[in-house]
Nanobody, 117 residues
Framework: QIQLVESGGGLVQPGESLSLACTASRSDIYVWGWYRQAPGKQREAVATLTAGGNTNVVDSVKGRFTISRDSNKTTIHMRMNNLKPEDTAVYYC?????????????WGQGTQVTVSS
């Protein structure tokens, strides 16, 4: 089991920046992820970070969003620059860990990001 607590988010104008953070109750995480879900749309992956430090971001946010991890390996961040109205969504943190012999993914409670003038 793992608990994930997200922070950050809020209301910003187009072109502004926000940072999200997600803190886990354990550090042995195989893959971290940030996902988002806009009203009426399916949840989509935005950025991922593996235990080895490899990162990946979806094309729509490439060059604007950055995922990173603290040295204690229990907190990740996502820095979101040059935000656009289409970035408006509920953002969820995920963590995939090994439980017994299976990988399981857990989710945070979600945090709202609204980009509007």
């Amino acid at each position: 089991q793992i608990q994930l607590v997200e922070s950050g988010g809020g209301l910003v104008q187009p072109g502004e920046s926000l940072s999200l953070a997600c803190t886990a109750s354990r550090s042995d995480i195989y893959v971290w992820g940030w996902y988002r879900q806009a009203p009426g749309k399916q949840r989509e992956a935005v950025a991922t970070l593996t235990a080895g430090g490899n990162t990946n971001v979806v094309d729509s946010v490439k060059g604007r969003f950055t995922i990173s991890r603290d040295s204690n390996k229990t907190t990740i961040h996502m820095r979101m620059n040059n935000l656009k109205p289409e970035d408006t969504a509920v953002y969820y943190c995920s963590a995939t860990i090994l439980i017994d012999v299976a990988l399981r993914t857990y989710w945070g409670q979600g945090t709202q990001v609204t980009v509007s003038s």
